[in-house]
């Protein structure tokens, strides 16, 4: 990535007593790069001190920030949702198309039936895994996905990426947030009534 941009906190410093000639310079830096591949900015920063390797600095990435996977997702899914993210400020086309397999492995885990992605939204719905208004938001996403996957729908763009990723983040937190949520109220709430008891 190309450096477009240097803010340095490094200041001069030297030992309190001036006979030992000792003096080092150490600080913060910050960094505003530009992606070549999706051409987005990036801001880093890290800490430097002349003695330190310049080999061995570690960096901090402070934008974007990284959203976190919804809590309570099994494995399997956590993964390919990672492994969407990794793609989303390359190529939103496969990040649609794998944010859709996202949503299959939801359909796999919840053990819907269908002969196809849409059969099974409609029968998530029908056993009452996600509401009626959720399989719109599943479609929606299904919509996306197939676009991202065939070239003669058309390209989507980075534009659409926060629109993929509410969608599917809507239905994961429906599906796995929330349950994890409520369980996690419940126990509080145990814990509190036992205290009060004791």
Not at 1 to 28: C, K
Not at 89 to 100: E, F, H, M, R
Not at 134 to 148: A, K, W
């Amino acid at each position: 990535m190309e450096i477009v941009a240097l803010y340095s906190q490094v200041a001069d410093y030297e030992a309190p007593d001036p006979r030992s000639h000792v003096h080092w310079q150490a600080g913060d830096i910050y960094e505003l790069l530009l992606c070549p591949a999706c051409n987005q900015v990036l801001l880093r920063s890290t800490y430097y001190h002349d003695g330190y390797d310049p080999e061995v600095m570690e960096y901090k990435i402070l934008y974007p920030t990284d959203a976190t996977a919804p809590e309570g997702l099994p494995q399997s899914i956590a993964r390919a949702y990672e492994a969407a993210r990794k793609v989303r400020s390359i190529d939103a086309n496969a990040y649609a198309v794998l944010l859709g397999r996202v949503l299959e492995l939801v359909c796999e885990d919840r053990q819907a039936t269908g002969s196809n992605f849409y059969r099974k939204l409609e029968d998530l719905a029908a056993k009452g895994e996600i509401p009626e208004k959720l399989v719109s938001v599943g479609h929606g996403l299904r919509n996306f996905r197939n676009v991202g996957a065939h070239a003669a729908l058309g390209d989507l763009t980075s534009a659409e990426a926060p629109i993929l990723d509410a969608l599917t983040r809507a239905i994961l937190e429906y599906v796995y947030s929330a349950p994890l949520l409520a369980q996690k109220a419940e126990q509080r709430l145990d814990q509190l009534r036992q205290a009060r008891s004791s």
